[in-house]
């Protein structure tokens, strides 16, 4: 069995330390596992802990974060996987998972607000690109998808707003 690994002396140190039994390793967050378990079939997948998915939203959310709601969600938020897919055009599958159901649908609404606030100041593609993401909450967990074709996708790539949420 061979394994290259990359990245810095940190994570090298940190990856050969959980592999020689000295450091957890992802198997035993039985949370991340099972969120691996559920996106791992995808063509290209991510999950996030708990403080990886409070960045990535604060940073998804933009100003949308700086409401009240979000810092009384953000405690609640206890991981996120997502998906995306090539093969017909660009396919976008994000779920956050939360605490309760409760939490999920005040998520949805200011990720909504978020989007609608985006579409304000957003450019022709921009606008486009936002009117294909779709959001709702289903149980405890918050849902987000994206659907484009090549040829706009190519042209979000140039965009401001495609920088702002791939940072």
């Known amino acids: 069995d061979s394994t290259l690994l990359f990245g810095d002396m940190g994570a090298l140190k940190g990856a050969l330390d959980a592999r020689d039994g ?7 967050n039985q949370q991340i596992a099972d969120m691996i378990g559920s996106v791992d079939s995808g063509m290209v997948w991510s999950v ?3 403080q990886g998915t409070q960045n990535m939203m604060r940073s998804a959310l933009g100003d949308a974060s700086r409401l009240a709601d979000y810092e009384t969600v953000k405690k609640r938020l206890l991981g996120s996987r997502y998906t995306m897919n ?8 994000l779920d956050v998972v939360t605490s309760d ?3 999920a649908t005040t998520l949805s609404s200011l990720v909504r ?8 100041t957003a450019n022709a593609t921009e606008k ?6 779709t959001v709702n909450s289903d ?16 042209a979000l790539l140039h965009s401001e707003l495609f920088a702002a949420v791939s940072k």
């Open 128 to 133: 486009m690109a936002l009117e294909s993401v």
């Open 48 to 50: 996030l802990d708990q």
């Open 86 to 93: 090539f093969s017909n055009g660009v396919a976008f599958d």
């Open 113 to 120: 607000a978020g989007v609608l606030y985006r579409k304000m």
């Open 139 to 154: 149980s405890s967990n918050l849902q987000l998808h994206f659907r484009t074709d090549d040829k706009k996708f190519q």
């Open 101 to 103: 159901s409760m939490t």
């Open 22 to 28: 000295f450091a957890s390793s992802l198997d035993s």
